[in-house]
Nanobody, 118 residues
């Protein structure tokens, strides 16, 4: 069975850090682009960061550039999002996404809540 499970969310004060983890199983992880999305209350889901299959050129939303870092470990089938200098506007549910370009297959995790207080 396909599983995409996020963890590491929680509550922090502005300026703090969190590291989100995404554990994947049940599919060929190394063939999928991995991304982190987030959705704040009343807001659209937005792409936060994406990392190619080989972990090369990463992409980030302008709002998180310089603060967040996405990484992946294909051997462990894990994706991480290191979030530093957190701001209240980062408060959202963060979702891990796996996307296969050729197969047009997509898997989502259940989300993990991040709350940043000031």
């Amino acid at each position: 069975q396909v599983q995409v499970v996020e963890s590491g969310g929680g509550s922090v004060q502005a300026g703090g850090s969190l590291r989100l983890s995404c554990a994947a199983s049940g599919f060929t992880f190394s063939s999928y682009i991995m991304s982190w999305y987030r959705q704040a209350p009343g807001k659209d889901r937005e792409l936060v960061a994406a990392i190619p299959t080989g972990g090369g050129s990463t992409r980030y939303a302008d709002s998180v550039k310089g603060r967040f870092t996405i990484s992946r470990d294909n051997a462990k089938k894990m994706v991480y999002l290191q979030m530093n200098s957190l701001k209240p506007v980062d408060t959202a549910v963060y979702f891990c996404n796996a996307h296969h370009v050729i197969l047009v297959a997509e898997y989502w995790g259940q989300g993990t809540q991040v709350i940043v207080s000031s």
